[in-house]
């Protein structure tokens, strides 16, 4: 019996969606249209205002607006505080 497999590179591997009171600035700019400036922004927002309590409250951070949310809605969650 002959068994094939495919080893795909590590970054082909979901890993699930990332969560945004566990994850750091740079995991946070692999989202898409979250750069540097916008990943700081979240963790300075996270470590001022506590844990976010739903994915919606990234709204509340300056910079992310609908739009941005909308496009990586089915990558974040909100799992339970650190």
Known sequence: ??????????TFVEAGPLDLN???AA???K???????L???????RETHGPFRSV???LKVP???????EKILDRITV???P
């Open 1 to 10: 019996m002959d068994i094939q497999a495919v080893i795909l590179p590590l």
């Open 63 to 69: 910079g992310i607006g609908p739009k941005t949310l």
């Open 31 to 37: 989202l898409p249209g979250i750069g540097p400036v």
């Open 79 to 81: 799992g339970s505080p």
């Open 56 to 58: 919606q409250d990234l």
């Open 27 to 29: 995991e946070l700019e």
């Open 22 to 24: 566990q994850a750091s």
């Open 39 to 45: 990943a700081r922004r979240i963790v300075e927002w």
